[in-house]
C-alpha cells in the first residue's frame, strides 16, 4: 500500500502559535504510512531553521486567495488546485488561523481530502467559516466546547483530539534556585509564565496580583516575545526588581525547573488548547489557570487551580495558598498534574489519533 501523502499547511514558523505542534506531528508521525509535507508563505523566523532540520519538503506557497475582484477568483484560485495536483496530495490539513476558505474549495476542485484544525474560540468571519467547514472533509477540535458552540449542525465532521507533549522532551525537572543569570533563595517564591506578550493573555492581571502580595519574596518571571506594543507597554509600566520580562526562548524547562506555580491568566475565551500550561504540567509545576475555554480543559481533574478571568484577588488568593502548602502536598499536585498529562495529553495519544483519522478519510 502507498504512503498517504499529507501537506501541512500553515502560515509562517514566526509568528503563527502552531508552529511547534505542526512541527512535532511532521517529526512523530509514521513515516512508513505517510509522507508529509509542509507549506508556508516565508522563511521567516529562528525556529524555522529546526524546521527545515526535519529533511521533509517544504513548500514555500501561499494557500489563501484574496475573494476581491470576486470576478476573477476562480481564476486565481486555480494556481492553488493546480499546486495539489501536480503534488498528488492525498490530504490537506491546514493549521491556518483564518477563516478564508480558498484552501478547502481549491481541494474540493482538485480531489484532495481537507481537514482542518479550529484552533481558536471564535469566528473572524461566520460566513467565511461556516462555508469553510461545509468545504471540509473533517474537522478536528481542541476542546469539547468547540462543537455545541459552532459545529452543532456538523457533528458528524468533528474529532475531538487534544494537543500533546512529548514527555521525553519534557521529562520532570529537578528544581533549581537559578536560571538565565537570575538566582533565587530558598524563600523565594517563583512564578513564572511563558506566553508571546498579546492582550487577551491577560499577563496585566498577574502582574496586578503580584504586586498585592509582599514583594520582596516574591518573584515573577515573564517569558515570550514581547516585541509588540502590549508586551513594551507591561515593561515600561513594571520596572521592579521582583518582575523578570524575559524575551521568547526555545527551551523552556530551565524556567520550569525554578518554578513554584506556573500561572496562564488568560483574559478571554480565546486560546482552543494553550500548550504551554501543558508542558509545565510535564514538567512537574503545579498550573494555576483562568476559567475560559481551553484553559478549563487542560485544568479539567483541577478545578480547584482555576480563578475567575480577570480577578486579581482571586489570582492573589491562589497564589497564596500554593505559597502556603506544605513539601508534602505540593508534590502530590505536582505528581497528580504529571499523570494527568500522561493520561490525557501525551503526544504519542496525541499522533495515533492523528493517523487514525487520516487513515479513516482516505
Known sequence: MSKIKILFTIPNFNTAGSGKVVYDLVNNIDSNKFEAHICCKNKKGSFFKEVEKLNVPIHIFDTTEVRSPIFTYLFRLF??????????????????WSSDFSEPLAARIAGVKYVYTKKAMSWGSPKSWKLRSYLSTAIIVLNSDM??????????????IYLGVDLKKFPVQKKTRSVNKLKFSK??????????????KGIEYLIAAVNLIDKPSIKLLIVGNNKN??????????????????????????????????????????????VAPIEAMASGCIVLGSEVEGVTEVLQSFRNCMFPKKNVEAIVYKLMKIKRMNELEKKTLENSMRNEVERLFNFDTCI???????????
Not at 456538523?154 to 474529532?159: A, L, N, Q, R, S
Not at 517564591?189 to 487577551?200: D, E, Q, R
Not at 526588581?241 to 530551565?254: A, E, G, T
Not at 495515533?352 to 483519522?357: I, V
Open 79 to 96: 494556481r492553488i488546485v493546480k499546486f495539489f495536483k501536480i503534488n498528488k496530495f492525498d490530504i490537506v490539513h491546514s493549521w491556518n
Open 147 to 160: 462543537i455545541p458552540l459552532f459545529f452543532s449542525k456538523i457533528k458528524e465532521k468533528t474529532h475531538l
Open 187 to 200: 524563600t523565594d517564591f517563583v512564578i513564572v509564565t511563558v506566553a508571546n506578550l498579546v492582550p487577551i
Open 229 to 274: 506594543e502590549y508586551g513594551q507597554k507591561l515593561i515600561h509600566d513594571n520596572e521592579s526588581d521582583n518582575i523578570h520580562f524575559i524575551d521568547k526562548v526555545l527551551d523552556v524547562k530551565p524556567y520550569h525547573a525554578v518554578a513554584d506555580v506556573f500561572v496562564i491568566p488568560t483574559k478571554t475565551s480565546w486560546e482552543g488548547m494553550p
Open 352 to 362: 495515533d489519533n492523528h493517523e487514525k483519522l487520516y487513515q479513516k478519510i482516505v
